[in-house]
């Protein structure tokens, strides 16, 4: 009860209820226990046993192999083999009972970690040279002080296999590569072994039936706990023979759940948890491999995050993604007042709250015993279910009464509405979808809510100064990748890449460019433009604004929203202009709201900067292409297609430079190349590269 | 995009007049600006001069909506009202049908009104009167026509049909596709 969540430590999935533990149970295990002290000889009960055994038996086949080496080599070593495990990730439950007093000076001062499952959630491979104790030691494992049902159930079974033990080690035993493989911290571990060989079997299997007599010893388990935390805290990467054993097999969640937390642990204080000659590359790599793997993103997807957020960050993001946002609804205030709203929908058992200070019309639905999207209230047009983000863009575009306005990709009708009911229903709202499908919600969505000032198009949205222009203000929700909105269709963690970011980008600079021209820039109250996407890609964002600003008559302002993160003004090696920061970005796991970008773009100038001269196309041409943005292929061919868009629009093009586009598309056929001086400068200019 | 015809016109207000009587007049002339309605795929829009400047610019096959859609001509030039007209219909209508909030969603379900689940209704009613529905709370459902007239009602037994169902506010999620 009142446990902080906390997303890093998630709770493992028993086979039933009772197995299961509450969260968050091993951080206050901590205060219970008395501290660690250093003495040892504490008793085990007769469960410990058994589960230690249980745990050396089950824990993966991986491990068997190089735990059964340990075990035939130094045969009588114990609890000695803990030192060695110092080096490795370690379970904290595995605990010498021989330890010595001395051991303790070079333990990691660290404490707090002490989640008693955490042996199975223990990556197998990710324990490069972990020395397990011998058959005979299990008895000596500290019972974790919280029991689990299955544990103690499976460790019945275990428990008869333990004789076979030492058989199996004949097995295994020919093989002696291990020496070689022991990294420094291991090796000295040995050497400290061989120190203490005094320490016989006898003892510990003396003590075992003692502890079977009488079953005390809760409070001295309590501090070696303590101590097995402080000495296993290092992680170290897995070495490639144990990665690929792991794609042999189906993946345990469990184990990389766990890898990833002591990753992300060691990312973040990576001077002094860094395995001694490993590069952060490798790590972030294994990382990488692990969300995916655990998360089930495509590796490319996963790359861009990572270049977006910071490890911590990231894991929050995923986390978020995992979940659904809260269920908002927007007041229609053409038809009610949200006072009103609300009782209504209380008196019908709807559980629900103002969405926030910034909004005077959403309220969050926490829970509701009638379905939302079909009370009377609903269909009497009282209010549009909208996500809390898709508010922004409509506050951010902030219309004016008696203003024509565009609405470029409007389905399913939430912004559009939004708009009609700032405007009171005055003015002309041109909602414009390419979609004739998704037209219909709209329609259905703008009478419901009783919008009598829209007409809808069904036109592509790249025609649109033809079609008509000289609007006051434009909203442009572009069509995008949908890397924001994961949680509503986790279908894009997986379908889409590269190619489908640059497409969407492609095609929202053509979009960007045709609302920039919609608007007219001498209206007195108006010459906005507003840029939105539910993805939080930089290349469909920051980059396409970029891009906006670059070849049109606009300048970023603000957008009126006092929250959301600041837009990249550099990411990687692109530089954006210095205004960018007036964007705003929203992201699931800080605002609790879709994945969003907004731009609000002012046009200052009707008039298009002739960018592309004559004589300078060839040259531009090229130095376009040595632009850092363009390091992609694909991308420079699309970039001067686009270019080549717009020119030729103005005007009539140099020879050279539909000749050099048409060769980079397809073979130039020899006919149209009967030009000579034109075929020359473009092959200068392709040498120039 | 046209402007109605003289035979479509008398079409169109006969069928309105059902539910708001003279009160079409309030539609045709109103302080706010000028209004007109327009044929567009044979659905009727009722739309102010000022948009529908706006609307002409776009090509005819792009035009999805524009305005309020008000009904749709039948192929044989019958005139449907829609739900979509509700909103000009329940300001102006002369007989209004409060329904009980137990039969609210039995209405919107596409159901006719019982007497059970009658909570007021005009009086002077006359039979085939159009009627607008509304809930006990004022919000309009949507509307139909008086199967029996006011006093009748008073006499028939509880399951007697007293108002057919023409259109309700459920069509928004039931037909979402035919609205237009």
């Known amino acids: 009860m009142g446990r902080k969540l906390d997303v890093l430590r998630k709770e493992k999935r028993g086979p039933g209820r009772k197995a299961r533990k509450q969260k968050g149970a091993e951080v206050e295990l901590a205060k219970f226990l008395p501290p660690a002290t250093e003495n040892s000889g504490k008793k085990l009960s007769s469960h410990a046993r058994k589960r230690a055994a249980k745990r050396q038996m089950g824990s993966g086949k991986p491990q068997a192999k190089k735990k059964l080496l340990q075990l035939k080599k130094p045969p009588d070593e114990g609890g000695m083999d803990d030192n060695s495990a110092a080096a490795g990730q370690a379970s904290p439950q595995i605990a010498g009972k021989h330890r010595g007093p001395g051991k303790g000076a070079s333990r990691h001062p660290r404490l707090g970690f002490c989640d008693s499952s955490s042996s199975l959630l223990t990556p197998a491979s990710t324990v490069v040279k972990r020395s397990w104790p011998t058959g005979n030691n299990e008895k000596e494992c500290l019972e974790s002080s919280e029991s689990e049902g299955d544990e103690v159930m499976d460790a019945w079974e275990s428990m008869e296999d333990d004789g076979s033990n030492e058989e199996m080690v004949d097995d295994y035993g020919a093989s002696s590569s291990e020496e070689e493989e022991l990294l420094p911290i291991e090796q000295a571990a040995q050497k400290q072994k061989s120190g203490r060989e005094g320490l016989s079997e006898d003892d510990s299997e003396d003590e075992e039936e003692e502890e079977q007599v009488s079953g005390l010893g809760m409070e001295k388990e309590g501090t070696d706990l303590q101590l097995n935390m402080e000495m296993d805290e290092q992680f170290l990467l897995p070495t490639s023979e144990d990665l690929e054993k792991e794609t042999a097999e189906p993946p345990d969640l469990h184990l990389i759940h766990q890898r990833i937390k002591d990753n992300v642990e060691v990312l973040q204080d990576f001077g002094a948890k860094r395995e001694v000659g490993r590069a952060r590359q490798e790590y972030l790599t294994l990382l990488r491999q692990d969300l995916a793997a655990y998360y089930s993103y495509s590796d490319f997807l996963l790359k861009k995050l990572m270049e977006l957020f910071p490890v911590s960050e990231l894991i929050n993001f995923l986390e978020s993604n995992e979940v659904p946002r809260p269920m908002t609804i927007r007041t229609n205030t053409l038809k009610t007042r949200r006072r009103d709203l609300a009782q209504a929908l209380i008196n019908r058992g709807v559980n629900l709250d103002p969405l926030g200070k910034w909004s005077k019309t959403g309220l969050v639905v926490y829970d509701s015993s009638v379905p939302i999207g079909a009370t009377p209230e609903y269909l009497a047009g009282h209010y549009m279910l909208q996500g809390a983000s898709s508010l922004l863009p409509v506050m951010a575009l902030a219309p004016q009464e008696n203003e024509r306005i565009l609405d470029m990709c409007c389905a399913p009708g939430g912004k559009t509405s939004y708009i009609a009911q700032l405007m009171k229903n005055t003015g002309v709202i041109l909602a414009n979808d390419s979609n004739a499908e998704r037209l219909r919600s709209v329609v259905g969505n703008l009478h419901r809510l009783g919008v009598t000032n829209a007409v809808l198009s069904h036109c592509n949205g790249r025609q649109f100064p033809k079609v008509l222009g000289g609007f006051d203000r434009v909203l442009l929700d572009a069509p995008c990748s949908g890397t924001g909105v994961i949680s509503k269709d986790p279908a894009v963690k997986t379908n889409k890449d590269e190619k489908d970011v640059l497409r969407c980008a492609h095609l929202q600079k053509e979009l960007i460019l045709s609302a920039i021209d919609s608007v007219n820039a001498a209206s007195e109250t108006g010459g906005y433009v507003v840029y939105c996407t539910c993805s939080i890609m930089v290349e469909e964002n920051e980059w396409v604004v970029d891009y906006a600003l670059k070849r049109r008559n606009v300048r970023l302002v603000s957008t009126g929203l006092d929250f959301g993160k600041e837009g990249f003004t550099r990411f990687k090696d692109r530089r954006f202009h210095p205004t960018l920061k007036n964007t705003r970005r929203f992201y699931p796991h800080t605002h609790n709201m879709d994945g969003f970008f907004i731009a609000k773009l002012k046009k200052f100038s009707n008039a298009i900067p002739k960018m592309q001269k004559e004589e300078e196309s060839t040259v531009e041409t090229a130095s376009l292409e040595l632009a850092p943005e363009e390091a992609v292929e694909p991308q420079l061919k699309k970039k001067r297609l686009e270019k080549l868009k717009v020119t030729t629009g103005k005007k009539k093009q140099p020879i050279s430079k539909r000749g050099s586009l048409q060769r980079q598309r397809r073979p130039l056929p020899r006919n149209l190349g009967a030009r000579p001086p034109a075929r020359k400068q473009h092959k200068v200019h392709r040498s120039g590269q | ?180």
């Open chain 2, 1 to 180: 995009m046209r402007p109605l015809t003289e035979e479509e016109t008398r079409a169109l207000f006969e069928k309105l007049a059902k539910y708001i009587g003279e009160n079409i007049q309030l539609l045709v002339d109103r302080p706010d600006g000028s209004y007109c309605f327009r044929l567009h795929k044979d659905r009727v829009y009722y739309v102010s001069e000022r948009i529908l400047k706006v609307a002409t610019n776009i090509p005819g096959d792009k035009l999805v909506s524009l305005g309020t859609c008000f009904g749709k001509f039948t192929k044989t030039q019958k005139f449907r009202l829609h739900v979509t007209a509700l909103d000009y219909l329940a300001p102006y209508a002369k007989y209004k049908v409060w329904v009980k909030p137990g039969a609210e969603q039995s209405f919107l379900y596409g159901n006719h009104v019982l007497k059970s689940g009658l909570g007021r209704i005009t009086e002077n009613t006359a039979q085939y009167q159009g009627v607008v529905v509304y809930s006990m709370a004022d919000v309009p459902l949507g509307f139909g026509v008086a199967a029996k007239s006011t006093q009748d009602c008073r006499k028939v037994d509880p399951m007697a049909i007293v108002v057919f169902h023409q259109a309700d506010v459920g069509e928004y999620v039931r037909h979402e596709e035919t609205l237009t």
